[in-house]
């Protein structure tokens, strides 16, 4: 069965680094999204992409995060610069339409900032 | 403010008690509504959309039926594996036809033998 991958599964990076969380989404979905989930608190979207733009970002994602997708199978989050707060599971989902279309989720990367 | 709140929190089941999970919302406009299970340090798994009130969706020991104000997951006779976090999250459209979710906190389900 299709499923997102993620990686890495886990990531460890200083403040102030950059990071590139890396995700392949279900082969013939159309729509990208990522979300994440501080531990303990609940999966809070980040945002979504569609035929290369942003459809849609929530006040998370701010000037330091970018979405990609670089070639026909990857689709990327890159955080320009991290900061403590960042650390969490960043999840990856797609779906095949935009519409109330059934989003399937990666395993996820954590992403651990010291 | 669009809201979805699930309870309860946690909860404590033995082998074969049924129970059932609530997922109540106040959003502009309903178009969906997902469970998901969720593992320790895993993503969300799909287990059910649901579109419009009366509605209800059966996999195994798992039924989730939906109202205009909330959704339940029924769980009849659960068994050790059924213990993970059962997440709703609900859909909200956009204009271009995009859309996003917006999940509640979850009920942790422990089972046990």
Known sequence: ?114 | EDQVTQSPEALRLQEGESSSLNCSYTVSGLRGLFWYRQDPGKGPEFLFTLYSAGEEKEKERLKATLTKKESFLHITAPKPEDSATYLCAVVLMFSGGYNKLIFGAGTRLAVHP
């Not at chain 1, 990686?7 to 999204?33: A, D, K, W």
């Not at chain 1, 689709?75 to 960042?86: G, N, P, V």
Request: contains cysteine.
């Open chain 1, 1 to 114: 069965e299709p499923e997102v991958t993620q990686t890495p599964s886990h990531q460890v990076t200083q403040m102030g680094q950059e990071v590139i969380l890396r995700c392949v989404p279900i082969s013939n979905h159309l729509y990208f999204y990522w979300y994440r989930q501080i531990l303990g608190q609940k999966v809070e979207f980040l945002v979504s992409f569609y035929n290369n733009e942003i459809s849609e970002k929530s006040e998370i994602f701010d000037d330091q995060f970018s979405v990609e997708r670089p070639d026909g199978s990857n689709f990327t989050l890159k955080i320009r610069s991290t900061k403590l707060e960042d650390s969490a599971m960043y999840f990856c989902a797609s779906s095949v339409s935009g519409s109330t279309d059934t989003q399937y989720f990666g395993p996820g990367t954590r992403l651990t900032v010291l």
